[in-house]
């Protein structure tokens, strides 16, 4: 079992910044080399793909959050975070944090989200 907890949202202003954490860990987490991805909902659609960093650190981003957001993780790779700079209001949701791995019998695991709220 696996436990992903997203944290660091928040209310700013447009052209402010947020950093949000995404924590995982629980048995057979270093096994499956999960790779760690963001995602953003809003009310009543499906979780929007944001971000991704792979096992190997390699990352990939939304059209919409190039040259604003970074993703990175700590050496130990249980922990990946999101800079977002310069937010817009339409950055505003639900910040979901997803761990998934291509390694058979393990299996993808979501974290409950944290709010970002971006006012213009």
């Known amino acids: 079992q696996v436990k992903v907890v997203e944290s660091g949202g928040g209310s700013v202003q447009a052209g402010g910044s947020l950093r949000l954490s995404c924590a995982a860990s629980g048995s057979g987490y270093g096994y499956c080399n999960y790779d760690i991805s963001w995602h953003r909902q809003t009310p009543g659609k499906e979780p929007q793909f944001v971000s991704v960093?792979?096992?190997?650190?390699?990352?990939s981003y939304a059209d919409s959050v190039k040259g604003r957001f970074t993703i990175s993780q700590d050496s130990a790779k249980t922990t990946v975070y999101l800079q977002m700079n310069n937010l817009k209001p339409e950055d505003t949701g639900m910040y979901h944090c997803?761990?998934?791995?291509?390694?058979?019998?393990?299996?993808?695991?979501w974290g409950q989200g944290t709010q970002v709220t971006v006012s213009s």
């Open positions: 960093i792979e096992n190997d650190g390699s990352t």
């Open positions: 997803k761990a998934f791995s291509a390694v058979d019998g393990c299996l993808g695991y």
